[in-house]
């Protein structure tokens, strides 16, 4: 599976963006999907997962009722909707793939897209 991540940039405190990633193959609606960022020096942070499905979505408490995970198998594409973002929220944001569970640990992802910066301006 080969997963491109889209839609960062420059948004200010407050303000809103949804970042996109779309698989490569037939196989998607196999894995769950996952959703984590990364700062400078810093590991990488969980931040939301979805069932294969769709129907079970996990989130980190630093971004619970503010970000919104959601996927379509027909075009094979998980979104993270993000609203009423924070400085804290600049990072790389990167999806990926986990075949065996809606996992909160980086380690246990099969695949990983490249990443897209969001800057979220004070």
């Known amino acids: 599976v080969q997963l491109q991540a889209s839609g960062g940039g420059l948004v200010q405190a407050g303000g809103s963006l949804r970042l996109s990633c779309t698989a490569s193959g037939r196989t998607f609606s196999s894995y769950n999907m996952g959703w984590f960022r990364q700062t400078p020096g810093k590991e990488r942070d969980f931040v939301a997962a979805i069932s294969r499905s769709g129907g079970r979505t996990i989130y980190a408490d630093s971004v619970k009722g503010r970000f919104t995970i959601s996927r379509d198998n027909g075009e094979n594409t998980v979104y993270l909707q993000m609203n009423s973002l924070k400085p804290e929220g600049t990072a790389v944001y990167y999806c990926?793939?986990?075949?065996?569970?809606?996992?909160?640990?980086?380690?246990?992802?099969?695949?990983w897209g490249q990443g897209t910066l969001v800057t979220v301006s004070s």
């Open positions: 990926a793939a986990d075949l065996l569970a809606r996992s909160q640990t980086a380690t246990h992802y099969d695949y």
